[in-house]
C-alpha cells in the first residue's frame, strides 16, 4: 500500500492536530502527513476541527490600490428622443387631415444599410431578399426614425375598440 493511500491512523490523526494547532494550512499539512489536501479537510470536518475565517487574513495579498492615472470615461452626449405624447403632437401638426392616405411615397435617396446615416430615414423598401432591397433615406422628422411619409404610416392613431369591431365585421 502506497504511503497516500495509507488509512487514518492514531499517529496520523495526532499529526494532523499538531500541524493544526501549529497553524500549518491544510495543503501544508497534506504534504508534511503524505496524503491529500481534501483528505485532511475531510477529516478536520470529522473531527471538528476549525479555523476561524480571518485566520490567514495576514496572508492573502492587499489588492492593488488603483493607479493615479484615472481618467473619466468619455462622455457621450445622451440623444432623448421625443416622447410619445410629444411625437403624437408632432404628426398631429403635421398631418392635420383625419384620413391617412396610402400612397406611394417617393423615395429618390434609396441606400443600403451601410450608407444610412443618423438623420435619413430607415423605412425599409422591398423584401430583404430581393435585389432591390433598399432603406428610404430621405431626411428623417426630429425624433423619428422615418420621414415624413414614412412616419404618417408607421405612427397611425389607434382607433376606439366599437370601429374596430365594426370594420371586422
Not at 492593488?64 to 484615472?70: I, L, M
Not at 411625437?87 to 434609396?110: C, D, F, M, N
Amino acid at each position: 500500500m502506497s504511503h497516500i493511500q495509507q488509512g487514518w491512523t492514531s499517529d496520523r490523526v495526532e499529526l494532523l492536530k499538531k500541524f493544526f494547532d501549529a497553524g500549518l494550512s491544510c495543503s501544508q499539512i497534506a504534504c508534511e502527513i503524505g496524503t491529500t489536501r481534501n483528505a485532511v479537510i475531510g477529516k478536520m470536518h470529522r473531527l471538528g476541527l476549525s479555523r476561524p475565517k480571518n485566520m490567514f487574513a495576514d496572508r492573502i495579498k492587499p489588492r492593488r490600490a488603483p493607479s493615479d492615472t484615472w481618467r473619466p470615461k468619455a462622455l457621450r452626449p445622451k440623444l432623448r428622443g421625443l416622447s410619445i405624447s410629444a411625437q403624437r403632437e408632432a404628426l398631429r401638426a403635421a398631418y392635420p387631415g383625419s384620413a391617412v392616405h396610402e400612397t406611394a411615397i417617393e423615395s429618390p435617396h434609396k441606400c443600403s444599410l451601410l450608407e444610412l446615416r443618423p438623420a435619413q430615414c430607415r423605412w425599409p423598401i422591398s423584401e430583404p431578399d430581393a435585389a432591390d432591397f433598399a432603406f428610404c433615406a430621405n431626411p428623417s422628422l426630429d425624433g423619428f426614425s422615418y420621414c415624413a411619409g414614412h412616419a404618417r404610416l408607421a405612427y397611425r392613431p389607434r382607433r376606439p375598440l366599437n370601429q374596430f369591431l365594426i370594420a371586422a365585421a
